[in-house]
């Protein structure tokens, strides 16, 4: 797949309260370092209403789709986050 990189990979945060918006992007890419699957939760903001969730493989990286408002937060901080643009 092909997207550009439009900010700095960080660990996800491990709690809703420190959840982030990844540079508000409406596209993250989303990588398990990790061989261990670890569920990613999505919600309205930091500490607000979830609005999905999933779980990544280890080793498994995609593409998550979101408002840029909406912020991410894991399992476990293997889980790296990346804003991205596909639409390129």
Same mark, same amino acid.
Not at 5 to 26: D, H, I, K, R
Not at 34 to 44: D, P
């Given at each position: 797949?092909?997207?550009? /990189?439009?900010?700095? *990979?960080? !660990?996800?945060? +491990?709690?809703? &309260?420190?959840? #982030?918006?990844?540079?508000?992007?409406?596209?993250?890419?989303?990588?398990?370092?990790?061989?261990?699957?670890?569920? /990613?939760?999505?919600? *309205?903001? !930091?500490?607000? +209403?979830?609005? &999905?969730?999933? #779980?990544?493989?280890?080793?498994?990286?995609?593409?998550?789709?979101?408002?840029?408002?909406?912020?991410?937060?894991?399992?476990?901080?293997?889980?790296?986050?990346?804003?991205?643009?596909?639409?390129?």
């Amino acid at each position: 797949m092909r997207f550009k /990189v439009e900010g700095t *990979t960080n !660990a996800a945060p +491990t709690t809703t &309260g420190t959840a #982030t918006t990844v540079e508000s992007a409406s596209e993250v890419s989303c990588f398990n370092n990790s061989t261990t699957a670890y569920a /990613v939760a999505i919600v *309205t903001a !930091a500490s607000g +209403t979830v609005v &999905g969730n999933i #779980t990544m493989a280890g080793g498994e990286r995609l593409i998550l789709k979101k408002e840029p408002t909406w912020a991410l937060y894991a399992a476990n901080a293997a889980i790296m986050l990346t804003p991205v643009n596909t639409r390129v």
